[in-house]
Nanobody, 128 residues
Framework: QFQPVESGGGLVQPGGSLRLSCAAS?????IGWFRQAPGKEREGVSC????????YYTDSVKGRFAMSRDNAKNTVYLQMNSLKSEDTGVYYC????????????????????????WGPGTQVTVPS
């Protein structure tokens, strides 16, 4: 299995922007961005598949985050704008979608249990 690798995290002031990158296998069909805040469960932020290039976004990031894919570079991005303190957490890129979710919507598959390969994560900190 090809393990994805995230980059681009950091400390940013409220209202600022960051762009996360995920280096993935060229054979990756579906990719998800997840995050985990201290003391909270990991949650799906945005997910996208080749079969449906319109990404799903969790409600709290709609209008602020944008997921995109550069197939030539085998890289997926998460552009994060208007960052808030509640966006703080470790952000993970996930690939290797379970066959169970192969024919579901981007929203339905955007759960941690749907993916089998995870990057080490990158920390995003937005102070309050």
């Amino acid at each position: 299995q090809f393990q994805p690798v995230e980059s681009g995290g950091g400390l940013v002031q409220p209202g600022g922007s960051l762009r996360l990158s995920c280096a993935a296998s060229e054979f990756t069909t579906c990719i998800g961005w997840f995050r985990q805040a201290p003391g909270k469960e990991r949650e799906g932020v945005s997910c996208m598949c080749r079969s449906d290039p319109n990404p799903y976004y969790t409600d709290s990031v709609k209008g602020r985050f944008a997921m995109s894919r550069d197939n030539a570079k085998n890289t997926v991005y998460l552009q994060m704008n208007s960052l808030k303190s509640e966006d703080t957490g470790v952000y993970y890129c996930a690939t290797d979608l379970s066959t169970k979710y192969r024919f579901t919507t981007n929203q339905a598959l955007c759960i941690p249990g749907a993916f089998g390969s995870w990057g080490p994560g990158t920390q995003v900190t937005v102070p309050s």
